[in-house]
């Protein structure tokens, strides 16, 4: 293998990198995004040439694949307006909680959206949900030790599009057809469910700490 980084184990591994920006302008701020116009200096000849560059800024997210005792993973159905369609998702939110461990989030999440919660974390992957246009990051752990939180001690308000969120319980092997179907299209759910069923293939030893370092 020539050129490029590598990981501790010799394989490929992505690189910080950050090229010259030279100047920028806020397009938009909303209530959880930014759209941000960078003209940046291509590393190319004379170095003259500054081309833009538009970036959804993102506060980061994290998502949850829950993985039971019969090898069931749990998934939410939820509705997402910008592409009309209700998806299939595993429980994930938003980095809201300024300090917070990112493990910590996931299982916020996970007790609001789904109503359970996991005496086992690891960390499945991290990745960017789409580098051509967003920052935003994203880590997908792996909860297991699963149990259903009593009634009575779940007290959070589900709303809006979280009001009406059903829940199922897919075989893993059933939810790796359906990606390979094209049925289900959530990228933290087609992450998720490829890894996890990769990790079951080696007996899930690779997997990382809940807590370990982000890139």
């Known amino acids: ?34 759209v941000r116009t960078d003209r940046v200096r291509m590393p190319n000849g004379d170095d003259s040439e500054v081309v833009e560059r538009d970036i959804v800024v993102h506060p980061g997210s994290v998502g949850v694949i829950c993985l039971d005792e019969k090898e069931r993973i749990l998934l939410l159905r939820q509705y997402r307006h910008p592409v009309g369609y209700l998806l299939w998702e595993p429980p994930a939110g938003l980095r809201d909680v300024e300090g917070e461990p990112l493990w910590r989030t996931a299982e916020r999440e996970l007790a609001e959206e789904a109503g359970y919660r996991a005496r086992e974390w690891h ?43 059903p829940i199922a319980w897919v075989p893993l092997d059933e939810a790796v057809a359906a990606v390979r179907r094209g049925q289900v299209h959530n990228p933290l759910a087609v992450m998720g469910i490829l890894s996890v069923y990769a990790a079951r293939a080696t007996g899930f030893r690779d997997l990382r700490a809940p807590d370990a370092p982000e890139w």
């Open 123 to 165: 960390t499945l992957l991290d990745a960017c949900t789409s580098p051509g246009m967003t920052n935003e990051r994203t880590r997908l752990f792996l909860a297991r030790g699963l149990s259903e939180i009593p009634e009575g001690e779940d007290d959070f308000e589900r709303v809006h599009e979280e009001a009406d969120m």
């Open 1 to 34: 293998m020539t050129g490029g980084a590598t990981g501790a184990d010799g394989g490929v591994a992505d690189e910080p990198c950050r090229w010259e920006t030279v100047g920028g302008e806020s397009r938009f701020t909303g209530a959880i995004i930014e």
